[in-house]
C-alpha cells in the first residue's frame, strides 16, 4: 500500500518538476533566441572593407547563424532538462518515501498495538473461558474448587482491570496537557519510596542537595514509581536498587539502578515500545508484565519536556536516567 502511496507521490513531484522545467526553458528559448537575432541582426559589413558582398549572400549567411544557435540552444535545453528530470525523479523518490514514512511508522505501530492487545486480552479470556467451561462439565464440582475457580477467574479479571486501566493511561496521555511547577525532586522521591519500601527496604536513595525542577509533581512522583516498580521486579529479591539525584547542566534529574539480567543493546532502542518485552515468550506470572509501564514512562517525561534514556549490557547493572528542565524563578521587575 505504501510502496503504491510512493510512485505516486513521486509521479506528483516529478510531474511538477517536469511542468516546471518546460516553462522555464520556453522561457529561457524565447529570451535566448530573441536576443541571438538582434544580436546577429545588428551586424553591419565594416566600410574598411572593399569587397562588395552580396546582400542575399549575407542575409543568408546570418540566418544560417540564427538557425544554427537556435538549433544548440534547443540541444542544450534537451539535455539539461533530461538530466534534471532524473535528478528529480531520484529526489521525488527519496521525499515521497520521507514524507511517507511517519505515516507508514505509525499504522505499522498501530498494527502492532492491535495485535499486542488483542493477544493480552484473549489469553486471560481464553483461560477464563477454558475454566468455566470445564467446571460446568463436572456435575460433581466442590465448593472448594468452585472458589478456587472463581479466585483464578478474579485473578485474571484483576489483570484485565490493570491491562485497561494502563491503557486508558496511555491514551489520555496523547491529548493530555499538563500544568507545570516548581517540584522539589528530593521530596518527591523520598515520598515513593518510603511507600515501595513498606515491602522490604531494597531501595536506597542517595541525594546531596535538593534539587528542583519544572514538571508536575503527581507525574512524576507516577514516572518514579513506574521506574522503581520495574527495577524492584527485575533484579534479585535479596538486591538493592540504588536511585541518585543528579544535576548536568540546565536539568536536573535521577538515575535508578539495579543488578539482574540485563538488556542486551540491539534490544534497548525497543524498550519504550509499546506491549514490548525482552522475555519475548509471553509466558505470564508474577514478574511478568503487559510491557507498557516504560511506555507510560516515557510519555510522561515527554509531557514535562525531558529526556529518558537506559544504559544496560547482559548481566551488568541496568541504569535509567531522566533529566528534566531546572526550575527558574521568574525574575521580578523593578518598579
Not at 12 to 33: D, K, N, R, T
Not at 163 to 180: A, D, F, G, K, Q
Amino acid at each position: 500500500m505504501f510502496q503504491s502511496a510512493t510512485l505516486k507521490l513521486t509521479a506528483w513531484y516529478l510531474a511538477i518538476l517536469i511542468a516546471i522545467s518546460l516553462l522555464f526553458s520556453i522561457v529561457i528559448y524565447s529570451i535566448a533566441s530573441t536576443e541571438v537575432g538582434t544580436r546577429i541582426g545588428d551586424i553591419q559589413v565594416s566600410p574598411r572593407f572593399s569587397i562588395d558582398l552580396n546582400t542575399t549572400k549575407f542575409n543568408a549567411f546570418r540566418n544560417a547563424q540564427v538557425h544554427e544557435a537556435e538549433a544548440n540552444l534547443i540541444t542544450s535545453l534537451i539535455v539539461t532538462n533530461v538530466c534534471i528530470w532524473i535528478a528529480g525523479g531520484i529526489g521525488s523518490y527519496y521525499l515521497a518515501r520521507r514524507s511517507l514514512r511517519p505515516i507508514e511508522e505509525a499504522h505499522e505501530a498501530q498494527s502492532r498495538f492491535t495485535s499486542d492487545a488483542s493477544h493480552e486480552l484473549r489469553t486471560p479470556l481464553a483461560s477464563m473461558k477454558t475454566e468455566i467451561e470445564v467446571a460446568l462439565r463436572d456435575p460433581d464440582l466442590k465448593p472448594e474448587e468452585m472458589r478456587t475457580l472463581l479466585d483464578s477467574n478474579l485473578e485474571e479479571v484483576n489483570k484485565l482491570t490493570q491491562l485497561s486501566e494502563t491503557l486508558l493511561r496511555l491514551s489520555r496521555l496523547e491529548h493530555e496537557h499538563i500544568e507545570l511547577e516548581d517540584v522539589e525532586l528530593q521530596d518527591a522521591a523520598a515520598s515513593v519510596t518510603k511507600q515501595l519500601n513498606k515491602a522490604g527496604k531494597r531501595i536506597e536513595l542517595h541525594t546531596d542537595k535538593p534539587l528542583h525542577v519544572n514538571a508536575n509533581k503527581p507525574s512524576i512522583e507516577d514516572l518514579m514509581n513506574i521506574l522503581l516498580d520495574n527495577a524492584l521486579k527485575y533484579s534479585p529479591p535479596s538486591s538493592k536498587v540504588n536511585m541518585r539525584l543528579i544535576h548536568e547542566k540546565q536539568f536536573a534529574g535521577f538515575e535508578i539502578s539495579n543488578k539482574g539480567k540485563g538488556i542486551p543493546a540491539e534490544l534497548l532502542p525497543h524498550i519504550f515500545d509499546r506491549f514490548y518485552r525482552v522475555d519475548t515468550s509471553r509466558t505470564s506470572g508474577e514478574k511478568k508484565g503487559y510491557g507498557l509501564g516504560l511506555s507510560l514512562a516515557k510519555k510522561i517525561v515527554q509531557l514535562n519536556g525531558g529526556e529518558l534514556s537506559v544504559s544496560s549490557a547482559p548481566d551488568q547493572l541496568t541504569t535509567f536516567k531522566v533529566l528534566l528542565p531546572i526550575f527558574s524563578k521568574p525574575k521580578v521587575k523593578n518598579q
